[in-house]
């Protein structure tokens, strides 16, 4: 059995845990679960989290360093300071439920799941990195480098102009990593690098933005077989990469059922979701998870996580009532689909933000990323280990 205090959970992450748990509907509890087809989702689910969390809670006691890298799901305003970039959010009604009221570059009426889980871990969320000067001393509690639109490949979302790809992103990285080096010598650079925590959620763009786009080039010169080998050959890469410029810790967020969020709901005629399109984004999971299990068998010392939340993403969306909201086949802001989906100011928002699961067509709700943070932390006091994925069937 896994035990977290064995990886120094302290008692105020426990106490928590421990509330996030009691919070979740009684549906999502493993008893009831049991006695569903999402029962074996659900333990392998929870078994993932309670390694994830004993990640986050060492990296709280001992560190509290934290490097974000992503796209929309993760940003905080890197995209504000891109002057051409139309994956932007810096305007009314984003942030209306944010402190101050104000967009921030947020992609949602209030918080990330991200900003959710610092809060209750007692740590400040790391400030996004074109925001920052290049000697500022923020550089060594961590730095945000998610932006809107960003992928795995580089031509991923091209259309919007300016965006900071992960090859971008890893760039700023190492950037980041020579200004610590400047302020604090080699060695302790090195130190605070490998004791940190690194969050990755991407992958999303590669498929809503690149793939599943008619008129771009790769969902038609590539099948989805060799689409996905394409993603996490690169990703492989990246990933090792990272590696190199000190990353030890990382937790990879897989992505959940794209196939149901409201911007591709509308392409079906009866407005469901889109099966294959969710069977494709399994796919891609199921390689990610294999090929970080991979990874850590074959460098020193790697301790990355594949966060699987798929299932509880998918439950959400499926039995909105049982975490308290009424609507998640559609958004709360009225947005045009045919022009981004995206929350413009002209749009007309619904009269009860809370009751829905997405904020936009693309982005969790305040309200939804609540829960969704929540799930992610929750966990019961032991649970076995998630056993190695198996290896992708071979096409």
């Known amino acids: 059995m896994f ?13 928590c845990l421990q509330a996030c748990y009691k919070s979740m509907p009684l549906s999502a509890s493993p008893v009831r679960l049991k006695r569903s087809k999402m029962a074996k989702q659900w333990l392998v689910f929870r078994a993932t989290i309670v390694l994830v969390l004993g990640t986050l809670a060492s990296a709280a006691t001992t560190s509290s360093v934290t490097f974000v890298f992503g796209d929309s799901l993760a940003e905080v305003g890197n995209n504000n300071h891109l002057q051409y970039s139309l994956a932007r959010s810096d305007y009314p009604w984003y942030g209306i439920d944010y402190t101050g009221k104000q967009a921030t570059g947020r992609f949602t009426n209030g918080r990330t799941i991200g900003d959710i889980i610092s809060e209750k871990l007692g740590i400040s969320p790391p400030p996004p990195y074109l925001s920052l000067l290049q000697n500022d001393d923020a550089i060594l509690k961590g730095v945000n480098y998610a932006s809107g639109g960003a992928g795995i490949l580089n031509d991923t979302g091209l259309y919007f102009i300016q965006r900071l790809t992960f090859d971008d992103q890893i760039d700023y990285f190492k950037k980041t990593k020579e200004n610590i080096r400047a302020k604090i010598g080699e060695e302790a650079a090195n130190k605070l690098c490998n004791e940190a925590m690194y969050f990755i959620g991407i992958g999303s763009n590669d498929y809503v933005n690149n793939f599943l786009q008619p008129f771009l080039p790769d969902g038609q010169q590539y099948t989805h077989d060799e689409f996905v080998e394409l993603l996490t050959s690169t990703l492989e890469q990246q990933l ?80 909105p009532s049982t975490y308290g909201f009424k609507i998640s086949n559609t958004s709360c802001c009225n947005v045009d689909t045919s022009i981004g989906g995206l929350c413009l100011p002209n749009s007309k928002l619904c009269n009860e933000r809370n009751d829905y699961v997405f904020w936009d067509a693309f982005h969790p709700s305040d309200a939804a990323n609540q829960v969704l943070a929540e799930k992610l932390l929750s966990s019961l006091s032991s649970a076995s280990a998630p056993t190695p994925a198996p290896a992708p069937k071979p096409h």
């Open 3 to 15: 035990k977290l205090v064995e990886m120094g959970m302290t008692k105020k992450v426990t106490d």
């Open 240 to 319: 090792l990469r990272l590696y190199q410029l000190g990353a030890r810790k990382v937790l990879y967020h897989g992505l959940g059922p794209l196939g149901c969020i409201p911007s591709q709901r509308v392409k079906s005629k009866t407005g469901q979701c889109l099966t294959r399109v969710n069977e494709w984004v399994s796919e891609f999971n199921s390689k990610v998870q294999y090929l970080i299990n991979s990874i850590n068998r074959r460098v020193p010392n790697a301790q990355m996580i594949f966060a699987d939340t798929y299932p509880a993403v998918l439950d959400l969306i499926d039995n």
